[in-house]
C-alpha cells in the first residue's frame, strides 16, 4: 500500500472486502450502500455509463428479472493507492461467478474503485470500473 495514512488505507481495504463479499453473495442493497448517491459506473459489458448510483440500481434490478444472480466473487492482487487526502484508489483482479436462467456462467476481470472518506468517518466508493482481465 502506497500511503501516508495507513489507519485510512486499512478502512478502505476492509470496505472494499465488504462491498465485494455483499456483491458475491447477491446482497444488492448492501452491496449499494457502500456507493456514495453521485458513484459512477463503468463496465465492460455495457454500452453506457452509469452517471449515478440509482441509475445502476435500476440496471441491476432489471438484471434480477432476467434471471441474473451473483453467485460468488474471490478477490485477489489487491491494492490501495491513496490519490489524494481522504481518496484512495482500490484495484484487484477479481473472479465472479453468476447464474443466468439456470446456466452458470465465470468471468475473470480486474477492478478499479475510487473511495471517499469523509469527516463522518464513511467510506464510499465514487466511482467502479470494469474491465475483461487479459487472457
Known amino acids: 500500500m502506497a500511503v501516508s495514512n495507513p489507519g485510512e488505507a486499512e478502512k478502505v481495504l476492509a470496505t472494499a472486502n465488504d462491498l465485494i463479499a455483499a456483491f458475491g453473495n447477491h446482497r444488492r442493497d448492501e452491496y449499494f450502500s457502500y456507493f456514495a448517491p453521485e458513484a459512477s459506473f463503468i463496465f465492460?459489458?455495457?454500452?453506457?455509463?452509469?452517471?449515478t448510483r440509482a441509475e445502476y440500481e435500476q440496471e441491476w434490478r432489471a438484471w434480477e428479472e432476467s434471471g441474473l444472480r451473483f453467485v460468488s466473487c474471490a478477490s485477489t492482487d489487491q491494492r490501495v493507492t491513496e490519490l489524494g487526502p481522504g481518496v484512495f484508489l482500490f484495484t484487484h483482479r477479481v473472479h465472479t461467478t453468476l447464474e443466468q436462467g439456470g446456466s452458470m456462467e465465470e468471468l475473470d476481470e480486474?477492478?478499479?474503485?475510487?473511495?471517499r472518506l469523509g469527516l463522518d468517518d464513511s467510506c464510499l466508493a465514487v466511482h467502479e470500473h470494469l474491465s475483461p482481465y487479459p487472457s
Open 110 to 115: 480486474r477492478e478499479s474503485i475510487v473511495f
Open 44 to 51: 465492460h459489458g455495457s454500452d453506457r455509463v452509469f452517471a
